[in-house]
């Protein structure tokens, strides 16, 4: 075990003592930048230490390093809670009601594609199309909202 069992350790110890210093910059950073919630704050905060961990940087530029990490991980997925439920339902109703009557029916409906095709008389590929729009049209009001609230850009 000895020699190497310590170099994992050894190489975490290394890690944790180059990010350290600059983990008060980047808490502040990430926190300014989800609007001051902890929560969402605390889960890119650790996203952003693992996928740096992940790729440790040796050199002097470890801070705009993580920043630039947290940042990829504010503009991804990874920050950002579930939407709520009372969110979902005011961007549905932002929603043309063409778009909201499509998502309706295939995702809560339980309609197929083809179903929907059939009974308006329209290829299936125009079923598909107007989901996919409809879908892009939800993702746009929803991230809109995250952003409004959050402030994150």
Known sequence: MGRHAAAPNRAADEFERMVAPHLPA?????LRNTGGD???T???LEETLFRAAREPRRNRLVRPWLLLTARN????????PP????TIVAAM????????EIIMQTFYGGASLEDL??????PIARIKSDLFFAMHAVRAVLDQQVTDRHGVR
């Open 26 to 30: 980047l808490h502040a950073y990430v």
């Open 117 to 122: 095709a059939s009974d308006r008389g329209v």
């Open 38 to 40: 902890e929560t969402i």
């Open 42 to 44: 605390g889960r890119v």
């Open 93 to 100: 109703q932002e929603l043309t009601p063409a778009n909201r």
């Open 73 to 80: 991980v504010l503009r991804g997925d990874a920050g950002r």
């Open 83 to 86: 939407a709520p439920p009372t």
